[in-house]
Every structure is written in C-alpha cells, then in structure tokens.
C-alpha cells in the first residue's frame, strides 16, 4: 500500500482561525441577533482601487478579441507585471533586474512552494510568535524546526545569535501577529547571521506598504549584504486588497548562491515545471497597483486602516495597556490584563462584548498572555468595537 506523508500527523489538529470560527459560531446560535464585531482574522475589508478594477475590465475585453487575446504567459511572469514591480523597487532606490521578480499567486503559496529548494533536512528558524504557515509547512516537509521565543523584553524583535542551528530563517517585517518592525540595524544583523553560516532568509514583506516610519526598512534589499542571502516575499493582499483576488511577487536576486547553485535558476526551473503561471488579467490588475494612480488609491485605503489602528492605540492608551505594533503595521499585539491567559481574554470579550479577536497563543507558546486585534475592520465596526474594549479594561 502506498505510504502517506506520516508528517501531517504531527500538525497541530486545529487551525488557529477554525477555532475561532467554531467559538463564535456556538456563540452566534446560543445568541441570534447578536450583533458580533470581528476584529480577529487578517481580511481587508476595502473594494479593491479603482485604476485595478478598470484594469482587469480591460483585461477581460482583451480575452474576448482575437487580436488581443493572450494564451500561456511566461510562468515566472508577465514582462510588463516583473516590469512593473522592479520598477517600483528602483523607485525606492533598490536596484533590481526584471528577472529578478517573479509572479506568485499569493504569499501563502510561495511561503510553502519555496520550500522546494531546500533539503528537508536542512532546519528552519521560526521565530514565535509567528504566522502560522511557517511553523505548518516546515512540519509537514519534515523540516527540523529551530524556535526563537520573543516577548516584551525585546519588543518581540529577537536578534540573532550564533548559537542558533537553523539554515533557513523565516523573518516578517511588519510582524503578523505582533506588528512589530524590525529597525535597519537589528535587521542588518540577520543579514550578516545568514551570510556567515550560508544560510538562507526567507523574508515574509506582506504588510510592508503598513510601514510609515521612513526610518524603518520596508525590504530586506535596503540592507547591505542580503542580495547574497535573501529570498522576499510578497503579496498585494494587504498592500491593495487582493485577498480574494489572489496575485503576489518574490524577489530571488541573482548573486544568491549555495553550494554553487543559484537559488534564482533553481526557482525559474521550478516555476517552470510546476506551474503555467498566472492568470493575464490578474497580472494586468496587479500591474496597475504600481501605477501612480494605483499607488495614490491603495494608499487612501491604508489610510482608512491606519485610523482604525490608531482609534484601538486611543483606548488602549486610554487604559495603560502595553501593545505593540498598530503604527507601522495593520496589527495591535496587546498584553492581556491581569494575567490573563489568550484565550480566556477571547472568551471574556465573546461573551461580554461580543467582539472577536485572535488569542495570541494560537501563534506560538510564547503568545500566551498576548491578543491581536486586526484593523482592517470598517471604522463604524472599529469604534464601535473599542467602546466596547475599554468597558472591559476600563
Ligand atoms: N504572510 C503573512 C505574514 C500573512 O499574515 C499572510 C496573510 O495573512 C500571508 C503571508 C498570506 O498572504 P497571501 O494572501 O498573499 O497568501
């Protein structure tokens, strides 16, 4: 009989968000008509930008005519998509070569798909509390998982240490869950970790476009030396609504050897055989992200996440309670009161303010005593939600 892969076995049997899901659901039918306000899971709530929306219009009128109807693309990417993207980097002053990025549909994909360049016995450094997908995907490839425990002390930023036996580090900057960015310095150490030990960083950029401190690095490719060890990671899920919509880009530099092999050949050869690429019309809808006016209208709707952080920071401040993130990030990672255990404080505000957050050890032991709140709610909800928040902490 064939033999399955005996790892999924060893996977946590309940995904974080299902048992949120199966908490408020009881919830909800012990309580019709309540009216529940959900500030836990990471969806955008925001349309997406209307220079994306005309864009794919335009796109699926090309598909319709056979002058302009497009078949197979290159499955590393569309040229005017990688175009696109590098183009947008060199404006912030990273130099890259179009061939640099390539096309992904979506950050989740990559971060389990990327794996594939890696040994499975090579080891992953997963710093908690992080999101889950690292932790899950390197259990089920077999991967020997190294964990680096952050907490308060620093700021739930942890620096490298040449004690750590991992070859692949996982490193997400905005932070999910905890919003925390890693400073230019702090981040130049992984940079320098990874290059001594030729290990190999694999950089999760989902919420960079979050960052406002221009102080702070928003890519991995701002700091010297990473071109010899970083893959990046990104996503235009957050960045401009696409959750649902389903397109992102990784960045795999040429100079990224091991063992004599380039990392970014190795990927091409991947993409190449594993998949036919992405959809025309999502690369068109993906492409006018990076126009001006894409990049002024995604904008407005992180504006409209940043208020709502900053309604949450208000009370929170209000109320003395320690956080982090919020400022830079699309998540506020607070400390429990009194002691509080995460998910004792989820059932606290379920059942006595009827708001729904995420316990913050779903993400790693060290996130017991933690709760995140998402801001991508809509502002009524987010008010509303923070009245209700500072009954309890007040
Ligand atoms: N990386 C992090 C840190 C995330 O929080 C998420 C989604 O919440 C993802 C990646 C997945 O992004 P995508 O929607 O592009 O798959």
Same mark, same amino acid.
């Not at 999924?8 to 049997?13: F, G, T």
């Given at each position: 009989?064939i033999?399955?892969?005996?790892?999924?076995?060893?996977?946590?049997?309940?995904?974080l968000?299902?048992r949120i899901?199966?908490?408020?659901?009881?919830?909800c039918?012990?309580?019709?008509?309540?009216r529940?306000?959900?500030?836990g899971?990471?969806?955008?709530?925001?349309?997406?930008?209307?220079?994306?929306i005309?864009a794919?219009?335009?796109?699926?009128?090309?598909?319709?005519?056979?002058?302009?109807?497009?078949?197979?693309?290159?499955?590393?990417?569309?040229?005017?998509?990688?175009e696109?993207?590098?183009?947008h980097? #060199?404006?912030?002053?990273?130099a890259?070569?179009?061939?640099?990025?390539?096309?992904? *549909?979506?950050?989740?994909?990559?971060?389990g798909d990327?794996l594939?360049?890696?040994?499975?016995?090579?080891?992953?450094?997963?710093?908690e509390?992080a999101?889950?997908?690292y932790?899950?995907?390197? &259990?089920?490839? +077999?991967?020997?998982i190294?964990?680096?425990?952050?907490?308060?002390?620093?700021?739930?930023l942890?620096?490298?240490?040449?004690?750590?036996?991992a070859?692949l &580090?996982?490193?997400?900057?905005?932070n999910?869950?905890?919003?925390?960015?890693?400073? /230019?310095?702090?981040?130049?150490? !992984?940079?320098?970790?990874?290059? /001594?030990?030729?290990?190999?960083?694999?950089?999760d950029?989902?919420?960079?476009?979050?960052?406002?401190?221009?102080?702070?690095p928003?890519?991995?490719?701002?700091?010297?030396? @990473?071109?010899?060890?970083?893959?990046?990671?990104?996503?235009?899920?957050?960045?401009?609504?696409?959750?649902?919509?389903?397109?992102?880009?990784?960045?795999?530099?040429?100079?990224?050897?091991?063992?004599?092999?380039?990392?970014?050949?190795?990927?091409?050869?991947n993409?190449t055989?594993k998949?036919?690429?992405v959809?025309?019309?999502?690369? #068109?809808?993906g492409?006018?992200v990076?126009?001006?006016?894409g990049? /002024?209208?995604?904008?407005?709707?992180?504006?409209?996440y940043?208020?709502?952080a900053k309604?949450?920071?208000? &009370?929170?401040?209000?109320?003395?309670v !320690?956080?982090? +993130?919020?400022?830079n @990030? =699309?998540y506020? !990672?607070?400390?429990? =009161?009194?002691?509080?255990? *995460? !998910?004792?404080?989820?059932?606290?505000?379920?059942?006595?303010?009827?708001?729904?957050?995420?316990?913050?050890?779903?993400?790693?032991?060290?996130?017991? +005593?933690y709760?995140?709140?998402?801001?991508? +709610?809509?502002?009524?909800?987010?008010?509303?939600?923070a009245? #209700?928040?500072v009954?309890?902490?007040?």
């Open positions: 009989m033999e399955l892969n005996p790892h999924y076995a060893e996977l946590k049997d309940s995904y968000f299902r899901g199966a908490k408020t659901e009881a919830y039918a012990a309580h019709p008509g309540t529940l306000l959900r500030m899971i990471g969806d955008v709530s925001l349309p997406l930008a209307p220079a994306v005309r794919l219009h335009e796109a699926v009128d090309d598909q319709a005519d056979k002058a302009t109807f497009h078949g197979y693309l290159p499955e590393c990417g569309a040229p005017f998509f990688r696109a993207v590098a183009d980097y #060199r404006g912030r002053g990273i890259l070569t179009d061939g640099e990025v390539f096309v992904s *549909s979506g950050a989740s994909d990559e971060l990327i594939d360049l890696f040994s499975p016995s090579s080891a992953a450094l997963i710093m509390p999101y889950p997908a932790v899950d995907a390197s &259990v089920i490839a +077999g991967r020997r190294v964990r680096l425990p952050a907490g308060e002390g620093n700021g739930f942890p620096a490298p240490d040449d004690s750590l036996d070859d &580090v996982y490193l997400c900057s905005p999910n869950p905890t919003g925390a960015v890693f400073p /230019r310095e702090l981040l130049g150490s !992984w940079v320098d970790f990874a290059n /001594r030990r030729g290990a190999v960083i694999l950089f950029a989902a919420y960079e476009a979050f960052i406002e401190d221009p102080a702070l928003r890519s991995i490719f701002e700091i010297d030396g @990473a071109r010899t060890c970083a893959v990046e990671i990104c996503s235009l899920s957050k960045t401009a609504g696409f959750t649902g919509t389903r397109l992102g880009y990784t960045v795999i530099p040429k100079d990224l050897t091991r063992g004599g092999q380039s990392l970014h050949a190795m990927w091409t050869r993409r055989t998949t036919n690429g959809s025309y019309i999502l690369q #068109r809808g492409a006018a990076f126009s001006e006016e990049q /002024r209208q995604i904008r407005e709707n992180i504006a409209v940043k208020r709502n309604t949450l920071m208000r &009370v929170l401040d209000s109320v003395g !320690w956080y982090t +993130g919020g400022r @990030a =699309p506020i !990672w607070m400390k429990c =009161p009194d002691g509080m255990k *995460s !998910w004792d404080f989820f059932d606290l505000l379920l059942n006595e303010i009827q708001v729904v957050g995420t316990p913050g050890e779903g993400f790693g032991a060290c996130g017991e +005593g709760f995140r709140f998402s801001t991508f +709610g809509s502002p009524e909800d987010t008010e509303e939600a009245e #209700r928040v009954r309890v902490l007040g």
